[in-house]
Nanobody, 128 residues
């Protein structure tokens, strides 16, 4: 069973950059057809997909966040990362990493319902 664990600083100031880590166990982040996403949930709101890195290392981002976001991975550490810059108070949320499988084009992997395994989430608060 795949397990994911997020980690990162809990509190950052506006305009700063945050880096989050997702450590994966029980499966490889390079396994064919698996997509590895970052998803967040602001307080009192629904889940928002941020972007993914696919098994082949291609990336795809939410258009609303693409200019401020980068997702990468370290195959040797079986770990993926999220970097988001120019943070705003509205970026305050619980940030999750998740994985799901798609054997076709992966075009549907912006839908959070397609993710089967999730981490517990890490709180990120953007405040001065």
């Amino acid at each position: 069973q795949v397990q994911l664990q997020e980690s990162g600083p809990g509190l950052v100031k506006p305009s700063q950059t945050i880096s989050l880590t997702c450590t994966v166990s029980g499966g490889s982040i390079t396994t064919n057809y698996y997509y590895w996403s970052w998803i967040r949930q602001p307080p009192g709101k629904g889940l928002e997909w941020i972007g993914y890195i696919a098994y082949g290392a291609s990336t795809y981002y939410s258009p609303s966040l693409e200019s401020r976001t980068s997702i990468s991975r370290d195959n040797a550490k079986n770990t993926m990362y999220l970097q988001m810059n120019s943070l705003k108070p509205e970026d305050t949320a619980v940030y999750f990493c998740a994985t799901g499988r798609d054997i076709s084009t992966g075009l549907s992997m912006y839908l959070v319902k397609n993710y089967d395994y999730w981490g517990q989430g890490t709180q990120v608060t953007v405040s001065s």
